[in-house]
Nanobody, 128 residues
């Protein structure tokens, strides 16, 4: 059974930084594409960032590009989301997700339905 456990959320002032971590169980972590999604109250879950198993391919939502950085450590079965220059509109529950499927286009990794495993989420609150 695959488990994803997020940590690192919290309350931060606008302009501040946080680093989220997602620890995964399972021996095949290095073969998964990993993604971060977020969901604000009353809104749909939206894509934030993804990183391919190769570690060299990343993709970001326009809303976070230049402020967030996704990375992974396959030796530790962990994926990270470094968030900087945080804004109140970044407030949401952040979810880590894993996709076992290899898609030909990175677009598919921006869709939550293309992920197989999900964590329980960690709350990020940015105060103004």
């Amino acid at each position: 059974q695959v488990q994803l456990v997020e940590s690192g959320g919290g309350l931060v002032q606008a302009g501040g930084s946080l680093r989220l971590s997602c620890a995964a169980s399972g021996r095949t972590f290095s073969s998964w594409t990993m993604g971060w999604f977020r969901q604000a109250p009353g809104k749909e879950r939206e894509f934030a960032a993804a990183i391919a198993r190769s570690l060299t391919t990343t993709t970001y939502a326009d809303s976070v590009k230049g402020r967030f950085t996704i990375s992974r450590d396959n030796a530790k079965n962990t994926v990270y989301l470094q968030m900087s220059s945080l804004k109140p509109e970044d407030t949401a529950v952040y979810y880590c997700a894993a996709s076992r499927t290899i898609y030909s286009r990175t677009y598919y990794y921006t869709r939550p339905e293309n992920y197989d495993y999900w964590g329980q989420g960690t709350q990020v609150t940015v105060s103004s």
